[in-house]
């Protein structure tokens, strides 16, 4: 991939870019099928990425002709990279094969390798047949929507259709890697203003988000609305906060330390509970919860905001579900995307209903949502939380800090990109944005 790193860097055309060859084989982070049972007997938190996450050089896939291949200059850690590496709940070789067995072309996917990754900034270097809006040259954004458009069922809201899966966790050839292949419907413009590692690490979670609280599809938040945030300076959370102040709500963010809680109070979020702080129990046992901790947790929120959230933005999952439906308003929403500490939840139901609570899913967003999300990245209306960066070589490192709630906001890859800082065309709208608001999370 030297050639094109030097073409890029040189500021060679789309033409010239469409016309280098294509290598053969491409630097990638991968996981292996035959060490899927690698981590067997070992307890979830003691897993380790760096042991599974392999750099080597794969296969270069044939493009299909709905597709391009991208040149990736920088990518991020996504906690899909976490459960890839560390095999659970499932290893994501069954995604692979179950893809595979769909078309002659899936068949690409089904390998004994799993290129992970499901961000990506970079330029396009060659696009198939049937690419209609893009072109090689463009520097773009990946978002993570894989969707087979020729399939009714992918015309209303594409996270319905049937055949909807998230690329680089349950398609192959993600975007930790020098080299991709995406689908054209998963291309949006680069921010102008950003590095390729800024500009990497917002898809995945900041279209997350919007669909969660801002699109038509989840908890459809509007101004005056009180939402509080588990994880707030996570990966989702971050964005969640930023959506929150810039829709008119009143955030209330929940983090486990007082950096955490400076790091929101200099977003501008002034009600903030550190629940490590206050201890929280809302389990007994591993068997029982404990409704009197979820009584404490309802009064200080109160006691911050002097109501009930109107939104719970819920993602912990079995630690804090029951907490989420007992201490939302009544006929309030709890939206949940995820369940990172077990996916065996419980809550009390009788105050779902008899207080006319509702329980919203929602997982990552339709390629309208994602679009919308990254036009607010671009027009410098929402900001990338990036607080760290690694080489494509340490992604192993990056991924434990995050499988063990080290890291705040995202981490970046750099995986073409030689360095931190490259590939901001717009200096002066960077200016007009504000360095320390697109920082903020960096330079701590
Ligand atoms: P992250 O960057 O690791 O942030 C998660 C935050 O959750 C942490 O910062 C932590 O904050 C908090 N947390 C962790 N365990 C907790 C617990 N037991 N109780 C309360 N808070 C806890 O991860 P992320 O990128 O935000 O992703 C969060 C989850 O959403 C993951 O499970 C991920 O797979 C999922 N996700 C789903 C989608 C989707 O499309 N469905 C998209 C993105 C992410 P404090 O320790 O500071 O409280």
Known sequence: ME??????????SG???????????FRAAFVKRDEA???EGVPSADKDPTKSIHIDDVPTPELEHDEVYVAVMASSI???TVWTSIFEPLPTFGFLQRLGRESESARRHDQPFHVMGSDASGVILQVGSEVRNWKPGDRVTVHCNHVDDQDPTAHDDSMLALNQRIWGFETNYGGLADLSIVKANQL??????????????????N????????GRNAARMKQGDVVLVWGATGGIGGYAIQY????GGTPIGVVSSPERVQLLNDMGCEAVIDRRAEGYQFWKDEHTQDESEWRRFGKKIRELVGEDPDIIFEH?????????????????TVVTCAATSGYMVEFDNRHLWMKLKRLISSHFANYHEAAAANKLICQGKIHPIMSDVYPLDRVGEAALAVHQNKAEGKLGVLCLAPEEGLGIDDPEFRERVGEDKITLYRNR
């Open 3 to 12: 050639h094109i790193l030097e073409a890029i860097q040189a500021g060679a």
């Open 78 to 80: 996504n906690f899909n």
């Open 316 to 332: 912990p999952g079995r630690s804090t579900m029951g907490a989420s439906v007992f201490a939302v308003k009544r006929g309030g």
């Open 244 to 247: 929150i102040l810039n829709g």
């Open 207 to 214: 279209s997350t988000s919007y669909r969660m609280l801002v």
């Open 15 to 25: 033409e010239e870019l469409a016309n280098l060859p294509i290598p053969e084989s």
């Open 37 to 39: 049972d690698m981590f």
């Open 188 to 205: 949006m413009p680069k921010p102008t203003h950003l590095t390729w590692e800024e500009a990497a690490v917002n898809a995945l979670c």
